[in-house]
């Protein structure tokens, strides 16, 4: 294979794995995935499952899984390349040639190339603004809004000069030329001319996740339009897929996201401390970012502007973050119109205290829709109340929607059971455009059917041991939390009953060790084809629990059980045995670590 790792890495990211498996099989909502009929093997009940958020496959009665190029592999009965050539033509990516012989990587050398330019610009206008006359505005307007040396040196923000070749110049001593520039987003034509792209204007660097510069955000000192202007699109840069200070974030250790609209938001916010923030980049929330928010947290407080437009962005981000499976709560900023300007009026710890009593986005949405309305007027009470009871209609949690429902009740004085009998009405109407599926099944009926069932028997019996079950069960939180493979590291180690465990295992330790949640696609490239589905299994082989902590830690427990008594069964020397057997005694207290 002539493509490079990270060329692989982007064309398979590029293609949502929902969208994909969609045009070949009739998929329905289950919890936080999707279910349907296997395409691979004849099955009445489904027991296909995909899950968005890990971008895999697993079918659990034939065995089948993996990521998006797996799947067209099988779908489509094409070797490797051919599926990525179909998936890479599908998201617009051009692919280099076979015959292009070691250009064949020129993509990869591209975006390469523009990491190395992004990251000298941005040295350039560092120095200008901390050390060249022409910068003194621009540090100066810094200052005024309250931001420290010592987080311009964090963030890496700088100032492009007021002219029109300052940057091309600079660029030009270190090999850049300007048609090269223009590539990188820096540089563009003008009277036929190059011309620095950003001029005149704070400067605030891109950052991926792995620390490379991918693109700039300018903003003008004064009232000149547009305000923003961020880097063009670029084989290193999609603005729908990035988020700003997420390689800040993202080593927070924190179970919530505070999602921002601004720059300056989130430094002034993360200049006090709070670094578990990220903004958009310049755009309303996409659904390539609520994706990869989910990556890193199942929570998100959101903390837009607080005038209508900011609103309007709310309500668009509340549904777009739910369809990717992530919890919202919304923060009210009192008094003023952003978390720039809270922060610098008040302070962390009042801040920490809102994004703490942030509402959840039902109640937010129904405490937004009161407030349009005259409730003492009562046919505005009437249509308020309709309204709400869509609200709480569309909500999957039919015991959150019983909750709302009875805080509506007292809050309007109108009887529950008026309320509850609107619900059922929408639902009614709904249910007239939906035919249910007999066949709908959850992905634990599934599972519990393919132990039973004859399909790859030897495979299953020899991994469906009850240790191995439990390490199946860990292996998925592990995925899914930090705290879970800290604890899991700390006492079961590398002690794994399955290869493939072990090494799922070491690369869930070593991702979070790095500060990011396991890269699915790269975990997957680890395994060969029949591996790769296997692992697709356990990835997908979660469930939902009230206190995950909880979950893992008698998880860890059954696991240390069984190593236990699979060792008792077999030693035969007296002196070991007993110890073996007070320390089996030890665990069921609660108490020696295997």
């Given at each position: 294979?002539?493509?490079?790792?990270?060329?692989?890495?982007?064309?398979?990211?590029?293609?949502?794995?929902?969208?994909?498996?969609?045009?070949?099989?009739?998929?329905?909502?289950?919890?936080?995935g999707?279910?349907?009929?296997?395409?691979?093997?004849?099955?009445?009940?489904?027991?296909?499952?995909?899950?968005?958020?890990?971008?895999?496959?697993?079918?659990?009665?034939?065995?089948?899984?993996?990521?998006?190029?797996?799947?067209?592999?099988?779908?489509?009965?094409?070797?490797?390349?051919?599926?990525?050539?179909?998936?890479a033509?599908?998201?617009?990516?051009?692919?280099?040639?076979?015959?292009?012989?070691?250009?064949?990587?020129?993509?990869?050398?591209?975006?390469?190339?523009?990491?190395?330019?992004?990251?000298?610009?941005?040295?350039?206008?560092?120095?200008?603004?901390?050390?060249?006359?022409?910068?003194?505005?621009a540090?100066?307007?810094?200052?005024?809004?309250?931001?420290?040396?010592?987080?311009?040196?964090?963030?890496?923000?700088?100032?492009?000069?007021?002219?029109?070749?300052?940057?091309?110049?600079?660029?030009?001593?270190?090999?850049?030329?300007?048609?090269?520039?223009?590539?990188?987003?820096?540089?563009?034509?003008?009277?036929?001319k190059?011309?620095?792209?950003?001029?005149?204007?704070?400067?605030?660097?891109?950052?991926?996740?792995?620390?490379?510069?991918?693109?700039?955000?300018?903003?003008?000192m004064?009232d000149?339009?547009?305000?923003?202007?961020?880097?063009?699109?670029?084989?290193?840069?999609?603005?729908?897929?990035?988020?700003?200070?997420?390689?800040?974030?993202k080593?927070?250790?924190?179970?919530?996201?505070?999602?921002?609209?601004?720059?300056?938001d989130?430094?002034?916010?993360?200049?006090?401390?709070?670094?578990?923030?990220?903004?958009?980049?310049?755009?309303?929330?996409?659904?390539d970012?609520?994706?990869?928010?989910?990556?890193y947290?199942?929570?998100?407080?959101?903390?837009?502007?607080?005038?209508?437009?900011?609103?309007?962005?709310?309500?668009?981000?509340?549904d777009?973050l739910?369809?990717?499976?992530?919890?919202?709560?919304?923060?009210?900023?009192?008094?003023?119109?952003?978390?720039?300007?809270?922060?610098?009026?008040?302070?962390?710890?009042?801040?920490?205290?809102?994004?703490?009593?942030?509402?959840?986005?039902?109640?937010?949405?129904?405490?937004?829709?009161?407030s349009?309305?005259?409730?003492?007027?009562?046919?505005?009470?009437?249509?308020?109340?309709?309204?709400?009871?869509?609200?709480?209609?569309?909500?999957?949690?039919?015991?959150?929607?019983?909750?709302?429902?009875g805080?509506?009740?007292?809050?309007?004085?109108?009887?529950?059971?008026?309320?509850?009998?609107?619900?059922?009405?929408?639902?009614?109407?709904?249910s007239?455009?939906?035919?249910p599926?007999?066949?709908?099944?959850?992905?634990?009926?599934?599972?519990d059917?393919?132990?039973?069932?004859?399909?790859?028997?030897?495979?299953?019996?020899?991994r469906?041991?009850?240790?191995?079950?439990?390490e199946?069960?860990?292996?998925?939180?592990?995925?899914?939390?930090?705290?879970?493979?800290?604890?899991?590291?700390?006492?079961?180690?590398?002690?794994?009953?399955?290869?493939?465990?072990?090494?799922?295992?070491?690369?869930?330790?070593r991702?979070?060790?790095?500060?990011?949640?396991?890269?699915?696609?790269?975990?997957?490239?680890?395994?060969?084809a029949?591996?790769?589905?296997?692992?697709?299994?356990?990835?997908?082989?979660?469930?939902?629990?009230?206190?995950?902590?909880?979950?893992?830690?008698?998880?860890?427990?059954?696991?240390?059980?069984?190593?236990?008594?699979?060792?008792?069964?077999?030693?035969?020397?007296?002196?070991?045995?007993?110890?073996?057997?007070?320390?089996?005694?030890?665990?069921?207290?609660?108490?020696?670590?295997?």
């Amino acid at each position: 294979m002539f493509y490079p790792d990270e060329l692989v890495r982007d064309v398979i990211a590029a293609n949502d794995i929902v969208d994909v498996v969609s045009r070949y099989v009739a998929l329905k909502k289950s919890g936080r995935g999707y279910m349907g009929l296997c395409p691979f093997h004849h099955e009445k009940t489904p027991s296909f499952h995909v899950s968005a958020d890990k971008q895999l496959y697993h079918c659990f009665g034939c065995g089948e899984g993996g990521s998006a190029v797996n799947f067209i592999m099988k779908a489509e009965k094409l070797d490797f390349v051919e599926a990525l050539k179909l998936l890479a033509d599908n998201a617009r990516i051009v692919l280099p040639e076979p015959d292009q012989g070691v250009g064949g990587d020129e993509y990869y050398k591209t975006k390469q190339r523009i990491y190395q330019a992004n990251t000298l610009a941005a040295r350039f206008f560092y120095t200008c603004l901390t050390s060249d006359d022409a910068g003194r505005d621009a540090l100066l307007y810094f200052m005024n809004r309250g931001i420290t040396t010592r987080t311009i040196t964090a963030f890496g923000l700088g100032f492009a000069p007021n002219s029109r070749d300052a940057l091309i110049t600079h660029m030009k001593e270190h090999g850049f030329e300007p048609d090269e520039l223009a590539v990188c987003g820096l540089a563009i034509i003008k009277d036929n001319k190059y011309i620095d792209k950003f001029r005149n204007r704070v400067m605030f660097p891109i950052i991926d996740v792995r620390g490379n510069v991918i693109g700039f955000g300018g903003r003008v000192m004064d009232d000149s339009v547009p305000k923003y202007l961020n880097s063009p699109e670029t084989p290193a840069f999609n603005k729908s897929r990035n988020l700003f200070a997420l390689n800040f974030a993202k080593n927070a250790q924190a179970d919530v996201l505070i999602l921002v609209e601004g720059y300056m938001d989130v430094i002034s916010v993360h200049q006090v401390g709070i670094t578990n923030v990220v903004a958009t980049l310049g755009t309303a929330l996409t659904e390539d970012q609520a994706k990869l928010i989910s990556r890193y947290a199942k929570n998100v407080a959101l903390c837009y502007d607080t005038d209508e437009a900011g609103i309007k962005a709310t309500l668009r981000a509340i549904d777009i973050l739910a369809a990717a499976g992530v919890r919202v709560n919304v923060m009210t900023l009192p008094g003023v119109k952003d978390p720039d300007e809270f922060i610098r009026k008040y302070s962390a710890e009042s801040f920490k205290q809102l994004a703490a009593a942030a509402a959840p986005s039902t109640q937010y949405r129904i405490t937004l829709l009161k407030s349009r309305y005259d409730l003492s007027n009562i046919d505005e009470k009437i249509r308020f109340v309709g309204e709400a009871a869509k609200i709480l209609a569309a909500l999957p949690n039919v015991v959150e929607a019983d909750a709302y429902a009875g805080q509506l009740s007292q809050s309007c004085d109108i009887k529950k059971e008026a309320i509850d009998a609107e619900i059922k009405k929408i639902h009614s109407r709904e249910s007239r455009f939906r035919r249910p599926d007999k066949n709908e099944t959850s992905p634990l009926k599934a599972i519990d059917e393919i132990q039973a069932g004859p399909v790859q028997a030897e495979l299953l019996a020899a991994r469906s041991s009850r240790l191995a079950r439990a390490e199946r069960l860990l292996l998925a939180l592990m995925y899914q939390g930090r705290p879970v493979a800290k604890k899991t590291r700390a006492e079961i180690g590398n002690e794994w009953s399955d290869h493939i465990h072990a090494e799922l295992a070491d690369m869930c330790y070593r991702a979070w060790d790095a500060g990011a949640p396991p890269d699915t696609i790269s975990v997957m490239a680890g395994f060969d084809a029949q591996d790769a589905a296997y692992v697709s299994g356990v990835l997908c082989d979660s469930f939902s629990y009230e206190d995950e902590a909880a979950a893992a830690d008698d998880l860890i427990l059954t696991i240390k059980e069984e190593i236990l008594r699979q060792r008792i069964k077999t030693e035969t020397d007296p002196v070991k045995l007993q110890a073996l057997l007070s320390r089996q005694a030890g665990l069921k207290r609660g108490g020696t670590p295997i």
